[in-house]
């Protein structure tokens, strides 16, 4: 399997670590968005989107898309619940992460670290909704060690890739103490640094 990605993104990271985790042999391929490589004519056939991360599996069909990807390798897994309820549940978080969470924290650090705004410069309303954000996670957390029960899951995966990194966007996960647990406990379940 082939992974295009680049280093400096949360979605492509969720793509190393599950298959990292689960043991499954990949080309890591080094895609530098800021240098446009995800605009190639070549990799525009791949994925029209222009996007990474991108994976083209071992019979040479292409997938886009963090989530869609996490949850075709991790099919069978340990990573999602085989009740269907709670995995329902995880795919819900999983849905709220791209809609309502990774918008705004994800963002917010592309303009501080990437773009060179400062964080006094940052939109008010992305500001706002990244807290929202990082309390609705704090609430939920208030339930259970994981955001789906007791075992670490793709909801898992998918939420922490840059609530890790959301201090690079100005954000005081001080103000979020479970969710600072939380962060911990999941890189720890998944063997990352
Ligand atoms: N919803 C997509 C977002 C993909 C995305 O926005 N990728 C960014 C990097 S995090 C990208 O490739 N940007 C380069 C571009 O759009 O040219 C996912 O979860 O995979």
């Known amino acids: 399997m082939q992974v295009y990605g680049d280093s400096i993104s949360g979605n492509c990271l969720k793509v190393r670590w599950v298959a990292e985790y689960l043991g499954l042999p990949f080309d890591w391929i080094e895609t530098d968005i800021l240098k446009g490589e995800s605009r190639t004519p070549h990799f525009l056939a791949l994925n029209p989107a222009g996007q990474v991360p991108l994976v ?22 340990d990573l999602i619940p085989t009740d269907a309820y709670d995995r329902a549940r995880m795919l819900e978080w999983m849905f709220w992460e791209q809609y309502s969470h990774e918008p705004y924290v994800a963002v917010a650090r592309f303009h501080v670290r990437y773009a060179g705004k400062a964080v006094a410069d940052l939109e008010p309303r992305l500001v706002e909704r990244g807290n929202g954000a990082l309390q609705r996670l704090e609430d939920g957390l208030a339930v259970s060690l994981f955001l789906v029960g007791e075992a670490v899951s793709l909801a898992d995966v998918a939420l922490v890739a840059y609530t890790r990194l959301a201090h690079e966007g100005g954000f005081d996960l001080g103000r979020y103490p479970k969710v600072q647990t939380w962060v911990k406990r999941v890189e720890a379940a998944l063997k990352i640094a």
């Open 56 to 77: 083209v599996l071992n019979d040479g069909r292409p997938l886009a898309q963090s989530n869609a990807i996490i949850l075709h390798l991790a099919e069978g897994s």
